[in-house]
């Protein structure tokens, strides 16, 4: 499978657990963006990276998350002292960052977290 | 910031008929505006996407509309199959490579 790929798949945690998160974007591709999804509402921006700098990061990223690309291919997120309201799916997308017509954010399929 | 509507949250077709999904957004800088469908458990995948210098763009059964004077937008699906049944997003951004800002999301329901 050479799209996105997100690992793992599932977490369940106990209340202020540190968990990590890794995502591996599309060969080449320049841009990684890392979004959050809770049930029945659209993704939400949380940070994203052109190759290793992190160019944003949204307001909803408090100080307990943390994401990092060293080396501008894979990228791993982390959240330390875990609540119940971080349970959520934690979807990663990549795009060239390419200024063409034809780039697009792909979406892997996810990290769900469950925070007990 | 960029605030996205979207309407309706749920919309159930029979089998054959079109369905309209609209959304609204709140940035005059958005130039980019794409659909994402949203099977049970898996990942978004776009369908359509639309720039700003472009009032419609059709691809077989999907077409989206773009008002960047009234900033709306819709999908347009029409035919529709039992295989259409997922839930529909729209998003808006500045670029393709911006982080984009989601609609709440339409459940579409084909019934056959």
């Given at each position: 499978d050479t799209g996105v790929s997100q690992d793992p798949r599932h977490k369940i945690t106990k209340r202020g657990q540190n968990v990590t998160f890794r995502c591996d974007?599309?060969?080449?591709?320049?841009?990684?963006?890392?979004?959050?999804?809770?049930?029945?509402q659209g993704p939400e921006f949380l940070t994203y990276f052109q190759n290793e700098a992190q160019l944003e990061k949204s307001r909803l990223l408090s100080d307990r998350f943390s994401a990092e690309r060293p080396k501008g291919?894979?990228?791993?997120?982390?959240?330390?002292?875990?609540?119940?309201?971080?349970?959520a799916?934690?979807?990663?997308?990549?795009?060239?960052?390419?200024?063409?017509?034809?780039d697009t954010q792909y979406f892997g399929p996810g990290t769900r977290l469950t925070v007990l | 910031g960029e605030n996205v509507e979207q309407h309706p949250s749920t919309l159930s077709v029979q089998e054959g008929d079109s369905a309209v999904i609209k959304c609204t957004y709140s940035d005059s800088a958005s130039n980019y505006f794409p659909w994402y469908k949203?099977?049970?458990g898996k990942r978004p995948q776009l369908i359509i996407d639309i720039r700003s210098n472009v009032g419609e763009k059709k691809d077989q059964r999907?077409?989206?509309?773009?008002?960047k004077t009234a900033k709306h937008f819709s999908l347009h699906i029409t035919e529709t199959q039992?295989?259409?049944?997922?839930?529909?997003?729209?998003?808006?951004?500045?670029?393709?490579?911006?982080p984009l800002v989601f609609g709440k999301?339409?459940?579409l329901s084909v019934i056959a």
């Open positions: 974007p599309i060969s080449e591709h320049n841009r990684l963006y890392w979004y959050r999804q809770t049930l029945g291919s894979f990228s791993t997120l982390e959240i330390q002292r875990t609540e119940q309201g971080d349970s799916m934690y979807l990663c997308a990549s795009s060239l960052g390419a200024s063409g017509s034809t | 949203q099977e049970l999907i077409a989206v509309t773009l008002n039992p295989e259409d049944s997922a839930v529909y997003f729209c998003a808006a951004s500045r670029t393709r490579n911006t999301g339409t459940r």
